[in-house]
């Protein structure tokens, strides 16, 4: 057991133990009937918990929308079992680690809908099984289911992304953001589904619950549709890679690791998060136009004649009109157009100078360069690092950003990267 | 044009007609101020009606329409349906906006008073609605009948304005009906749940349980709205493919459409739609995805073909039924296990590539030795038919297979 798996474990254990004493604790406070509509609940709430979408190893369900309901009706300790329960048959059916992931979901779980419900008593939210809310009542439930669901949220989204943080080693707030900011918007919405299920419920009884289950599914739904555009937009850039791969075996990884250089630097430069991931799509496709020339002059062991080189500057155009028509693409043309150009005004394209070049294309510039240079090419071995280095700062100012240049040479100087970054999973991660 | 003004008259027609029959059914009490608020809750949702790219309009009123049925007077429920249609018209005011308009407007009123009207034998309207509202649980029979009635009502809604599309572009009724079933089925179930809900939640509610429907419905909105931005992603997939093999050899610019276009008549013709029409489309469009692992000018390709003629697209998630369509059209011989809808999906593709002289013959008789001969006689019949109909150049797949 290595040092991250036992920072992890210790982890769940405190979690675990926090959960099941806080949950005695509220069961002997605020003890609750057991009923055959609490019992309905939890099926309901184990079922979506057993459907739920896998996204970037988290699970992201409506769970806790139907457990915040079964606390509106019957209180904080009923809401906390239930949802606690609601994770065991899920966790059964995992396909690994089964007994730390079951730990885990129950007393997160169980954690999260305490907290969310002793924060909805704390200020006054009433319990309406058996007596649903009037109209002039509402008003006043309003604050604490406010209070519900950011509480529940910020329990449910720090623990998850501890957790994953631990098991990943990525950073906790990386992981918080990446995974959790989406969801704001289908976390309120699910708030109000949780107040419109608990209120049918109370004046319908479990019939109430039956009507619920199409607009359940429909709430889920959004969550696996989200997941599904993402995982297509993904599924496009890899087909798109595997389009340029196969054109230019030599170039293989090429992109990957051109992608992992920019986003470091783009990092370094304090680009946002969408930035950062808009420049990794055009690192990984900005040799896409490469498509329509031939493999005699892409794999030429000489130097190209002025025919040739003509033909090969052609390859940002196509590669824009390529994606133009793109939706979710469309905003990386500009960088794919300009990663020829130099600062001096004597690149391909359009003769930019200076700033008139995109940021994005200069970064991009810089980090398709150095990966040139550091790889093998049918008519020259790789350079060391060194003189590669060496190569960009003679160059800089008159090819390439001089910025951008000595950012990434502090990069590498630091140790930013391996000799040889196993980058596969780059074009996963990249949208 | 003259067809799209035909539609408008129908639907003009089928508006007054409901006018007329619902002004012969039973009066309800109503108050104004319920009638206000149903106004301005199916205002803010006509307001959100979701845009196909085609122009057509996914209306998401329907729902709170039907929980005004269930709680009010028939001819009340047409008049908010009226005016919140003309409120919503004002910041749209465009033209197109009140043809569409008017569709969604016929296709709720006819919905309101077909199902007001046979409710009426049931004795369940308009005691129905004073039932909702006099504070008493339903009986189990009669949630029943309420849940029957929003099925109903959202499924003839629907279908009226599925058809309206359909007419309006020129395509089959039925194949587009069965199409846009298998995609808004959910929406059915969906709108009739929460009109439902809406009914039940506003009894106890009030206002309050009419604003927590409306979150509710845009909920669902949103998520109708993330299916329709896969679809083009979809597309945009598809597109980009087809741009690169054309970028590769520009004499291809416009055949994978083409012979999308006249596979998908011909899928049509065979009595295809849906996934299985979709399915068809994307093999047509992407047929030679493969070549982009070749070069025509480079003698160093036999490696390459190796790895397989679809693996660009193997890892693309809902491209996965089409695979082995492409791999059964580039290596007919070499694939041993394949599906009967995958060989005559395969062969349509085929067969519509040597009709538009872009697949061998050779290439095309391999894949046909392997379908059955009644299946290929019915296929060859399709394609003679769309061939010789001027239908092949205007068609396109199902409303929302095209999206």
Same mark, same amino acid.
């Given at each position: 057991?290595?040092?991250?798996?036992? =920072?992890?474990?210790?982890?769940?254990?405190?979690?675990?133990v926090?959960?099941?004493?806080?949950?005695?604790?509220t069961?002997?406070?605020?003890?609750?009937?057991?009923?055959l509509?609490?019992?309905?609940?939890?099926?309901?709430?184990?079922?979506?918990?057993?459907?739920?979408?896998?996204?970037?190893?988290?699970?992201?369900?409506?769970?806790?929308?139907?457990?915040?309901?079964?606390?509106?009706?019957?209180?904080?300790?009923?809401?906390?079992?239930?949802?606690?329960?609601?994770?065991?048959?899920?966790?059964?059916?995992?396909?690994?680690?089964?007994?730390?992931?079951?730990?885990?979901?129950?007393?997160q779980?169980?954690?999260?809908?305490?907290?969310?419900g002793? %924060?909805?008593?704390?200020?006054?939210?009433?319990?309406?099984?058996?007596?649903?809310?009037r109209?002039?009542?509402?008003?006043?439930?309003?604050?604490?289911?406010?209070?519900?669901?950011?509480?529940?949220?910020?329990?449910?989204?720090?623990?998850?992304?501890?957790?994953?943080?631990?098991?990943s080693?990525?950073?906790?707030?990386?992981?918080?953001?990446?995974?959790?900011?989406?969801?704001?918007?289908?976390e309120?919405?699910?708030?109000?589904?949780?107040?419109?299920?608990?209120?049918?419920?109370?004046?319908?009884?479990?019939?109430?619950?039956?009507?619920?289950?199409?607009?359940?599914?429909?709430?889920?739904?959004?969550?696996? =549709?989200?997941?599904?555009?993402? =995982?297509?937009?993904?599924?496009?850039?890899?087909?798109?890679?595997?389009?340029?791969?196969?054109?230019?075996?030599?170039?293989k990884?090429?992109?990957?690791?051109?992608?992992?250089?920019?986003?470091?630097?783009g990092?370094?430069?304090?680009?946002?998060?969408?930035?950062?991931?808009?420049?990794?799509l055009?690192?990984?496709?900005?040799?896409?136009?490469?498509?329509?020339?031939?493999r005699?002059?892409?794999?030429?062991?000489?130097?190209?004649?002025?025919?040739?080189?003509?033909v090969?500057?052609?390859?940002?155009?196509?590669?824009?009109? !390529?994606?133009?028509?793109?939706?979710?693409?469309?905003d990386?043309?500009?960088?794919?157009?300009?990663?020829?150009?130099?600062?001096?005004?004597?690149?391909?394209?359009?003769?930019?100078?200076?700033?008139? !070049?995109?940021?994005?294309?200069r970064?991009?510039?810089?980090?398709?360069?150095?990966?040139?240079?550091?790889?093998?090419?049918?008519?020259r071995?790789?350079?060391?690092?060194?003189?590669?280095? =060496?190569?960009?700062r003679?160059?800089?100012?008159?090819?390439?950003?001089?910025?951008i240049?000595?950012?990434? %040479?502090?990069?590498?100087?630091?140790?930013?990267?391996?000799?040889?970054?196993?980058?596969?999973?780059?074009a996963?991660?990249?949208? | 044009?003259?067809?799209?003004?035909?539609?408008?008259l129908?639907?003009?027609?089928? &508006?007054? @007609?409901?006018?007329?029959?619902?002004?012969?059914?039973?009066?309800?009490?109503?108050?104004?101020? +319920?009638?206000?608020?149903?106004?301005?809750?199916?205002?803010?949702l006509?307001?959100?009606? @979701?845009?196909?790219?085609?122009? +057509?309009?996914?209306?998401?009123?329907?729902?709170?329409a039907?929980?005004?049925?269930?709680?009010?007077?028939?001819?009340?429920?047409?008049?908010?349906?009226?005016?919140?249609?003309?409120?919503?018209?004002?910041?749209?005011?465009?033209?197109?906006?009140w043809?569409a308009a008017?569709?969604?407007?016929?296709?709720?009123?006819?919905?309101?008073? @077909?199902?007001?009207?046979?409710?009426?034998?049931?004795? &369940?309207?308009?005691?129905?609605?004073?039932?909702?509202?006099?504070?008493?649980?339903?009986?189990?029979?009669?949630?029943?009948?309420?849940?029957?009635?929003?099925?109903?009502?959202?499924?003839?809604?629907?279908?009226?304005?599925?058809?309206?599309?359909?007419?309006?572009?020129?395509?089959?009724?039925?194949a587009?009906?069965?199409g846009?079933?298998?995609?808004?089925?959910?929406?059915?179930?969906?709108?009739?749940?929460?009109?439902?809900?809406?009914?039940?939640? #506003?009894?106890?509610?009030g206002?309050?349980?009419?604003a927590?429907?409306?979150?509710?419905?845009?909920?669902?909105?949103?998520s109708?709205?993330?299916? &329709?931005?896969?679809?083009?992603? #979809?597309?945009?997939?598809?597109? @980009?493919?087809?741009?690169?093999?054309?970028?590769?050899?520009?004499g291809?610019?416009g055949?994978?459409?083409?012979?999308?276009?006249?596979?998908?008549?011909?899928?049509?013709?065979t009595?295809?739609h849906?996934?299985?029409?979709?399915r068809?489309? #994307?093999?047509?469009? &992407?047929?030679?995805?493969?070549?982009?692992?070749?070069?025509?000018?480079?003698?160093?390709?036999?490696?390459?073909?190796?790895?397989?003629?679809?693996?660009?697209?193997?890892?693309?998630?809902?491209?996965?039924?089409?695979?082995?369509?492409?791999?059964?059209?580039?290596?007919p011989?070499?694939?041993t296990?394949?599906?009967?809808?995958?060989?005559?999906?395969?062969?349509?593709?085929?067969?519509?590539?040597?009709?538009?002289?872009?697949?061998g013959?050779?290439?095309?008789?391999l894949?046909?030795?392997?379908?059955?001969?009644?299946?290929?006689?019915?296929?060859?019949?399709?394609?003679?038919?769309?061939?010789?109909?001027?239908?092949?150049?205007?068609?396109t797949?199902?409303?929302?297979?095209?999206?």
């Amino acid at each position: 057991m290595d040092s991250r798996d036992l =920072r992890l474990r210790l982890f769940v254990g405190s979690v675990a133990v926090l959960a099941m004493s806080l949950l005695s604790v509220t069961i002997y406070l605020r003890p609750y009937t057991l009923s055959l509509t609490l019992v309905a609940l939890t099926a309901v709430a184990a079922l979506s918990e057993v459907i739920a979408v896998e996204f970037s190893s988290i699970n992201f369900s409506i769970t806790h929308a139907v457990c915040a309901a079964t606390t509106i009706l019957f209180g904080p300790a009923a809401g906390a079992l239930a949802t606690g329960l609601a994770t065991i048959p899920a966790s059964f059916m995992a396909h690994e680690r089964r007994v730390l992931r079951g730990v885990f979901n129950f007393s997160q779980f169980t954690l999260v809908a305490l907290a969310g419900g002793w %924060a909805y008593v704390a200020v006054g939210g009433r319990l309406i099984a058996g007596a649903p809310l009037r109209t002039a009542e509402i008003p006043g439930v309003i604050l604490p289911l406010i209070l519900l669901t950011f509480v529940s949220f910020t329990v449910n989204s720090s623990l998850v992304a501890a957790v994953v943080s631990l098991s990943s080693g990525r950073s906790l707030l990386e992981v918080w953001k990446s995974s959790f900011t989406w969801t704001i918007p289908a976390e309120s919405a699910l708030a109000v589904l949780a107040l419109a299920l608990a209120q049918v419920v109370a004046s319908e009884g479990i019939v109430g619950l039956g009507l619920f289950v199409v607009p359940l599914i429909i709430a889920g739904q959004f969550y696996e =549709r989200y997941v599904a555009l993402r =995982r297509t937009y993904a599924d496009t850039v890899r087909s798109l890679v595997a389009v340029i791969e196969a054109k230019d075996s030599y170039t293989k990884g090429h992109s990957e690791r051109v992608a992992c250089y920019s986003v470091d630097i783009g990092r370094r430069l304090g680009f946002s998060d969408r930035r950062v991931e808009r420049i990794e799509l055009a690192a990984l496709l900005h040799d896409l136009g490469k498509v329509a020339i031939s493999r005699n002059i892409l794999l030429k062991k000489s130097p190209l004649d002025d025919d040739e080189y003509e033909v090969i500057k052609a390859h940002p155009d196509i590669g824009a009109h !390529i994606i133009e028509s793109v939706p979710f693409l469309a905003d990386l043309v500009p960088v794919i157009l300009s990663h020829h150009e130099r600062v001096d005004g004597a690149g391909y394209g359009s003769q930019l100078t200076g700033e008139q !070049i995109p940021l994005e294309a200069r970064v991009l510039s810089v980090a398709d360069a150095f990966d040139a240079m550091t790889s093998s090419r049918p008519y020259r071995a790789a350079m060391s690092r060194d003189s590669t280095v =060496r190569e960009l700062r003679r160059n800089a100012g008159q090819q390439f950003d001089q910025v951008i240049v000595e950012t990434f %040479a502090e990069a590498l100087a630091n140790g930013a990267f391996p000799e040889d970054p196993s980058l596969a999973e780059v074009a996963d991660e990249a949208v | 044009m003259k067809r799209s003004r035909s539609v408008a008259l129908v639907e003009l027609a089928l &508006l007054l @007609v409901s006018v007329g029959l619902a002004l012969r059914l039973p009066v309800a009490a109503f108050a104004w101020p +319920d009638l206000l608020w149903f106004v301005a809750g199916l205002t803010i949702l006509k307001l959100s009606d @979701v845009w196909l790219p085609r122009g +057509d309009t996914v209306g998401m009123s329907s729902a709170l329409a039907l929980g005004a049925l269930l709680l009010f007077d028939v001819r009340v429920v047409l008049v908010m349906l009226l005016l919140a249609g003309m409120l919503a018209l004002v910041p749209k005011g465009r033209n197109r906006m009140w043809r569409a308009a008017l569709g969604a407007l016929a296709a709720e009123g006819v919905s309101v008073v @077909v199902c007001a009207a046979l409710l009426v034998p049931l004795g &369940l309207h308009p005691s129905m609605g004073l039932l909702l509202r006099s504070g008493h649980a339903l009986r189990p029979e009669q949630y029943l009948f309420v849940v029957l009635v929003g099925l109903l009502f959202a499924g003839l809604e629907f279908g009226l304005l599925q058809i309206e599309i359909a007419v309006g572009n020129g395509q089959p009724v039925r194949a587009s009906l069965l199409g846009s079933l298998s995609y808004g089925g959910w929406l059915i179930a969906a709108q009739a749940s929460v009109g439902v809900l809406a009914a039940l939640m #506003y009894r106890t509610m009030g206002v309050w349980g009419l604003a927590v429907s409306v979150v509710m419905i845009l909920v669902m909105r949103q998520s109708f709205v993330l299916l &329709l931005e896969i679809r083009q992603a #979809y597309n945009a997939t598809i597109d @980009v493919l087809i741009r690169a093999m054309e970028a590769q050899s520009p004499g291809r610019e416009g055949v994978a459409e083409r012979n999308a276009e006249l596979c998908t008549a011909v899928g049509r013709e065979t009595g295809l739609h849906g996934h299985a029409l979709e399915r068809l489309r #994307y093999a047509a469009l &992407l047929l030679g995805v493969g070549s982009l692992e070749t070069d025509p000018e480079c003698d160093a390709d036999a490696s390459v073909l190796a790895g397989g003629p679809a693996r660009i697209v193997e890892g693309v998630e809902f491209l996965s039924d089409v695979v082995p369509v492409l791999r059964l059209c580039d290596s007919p011989r070499e694939t041993t296990h394949a599906r009967r809808s995958d060989l005559a999906c395969s062969y349509t593709v085929m067969a519509v590539g040597v009709a538009t002289n872009t697949v061998g013959h050779e290439q095309m008789l391999l894949v046909r030795e392997r379908v059955s001969p009644r299946v290929v006689r019915e296929i060859d019949r399709a394609l003679a038919a769309v061939l010789d109909s001027d239908s092949a150049r205007t068609a396109t797949p199902g409303v929302m297979g095209a999206l």
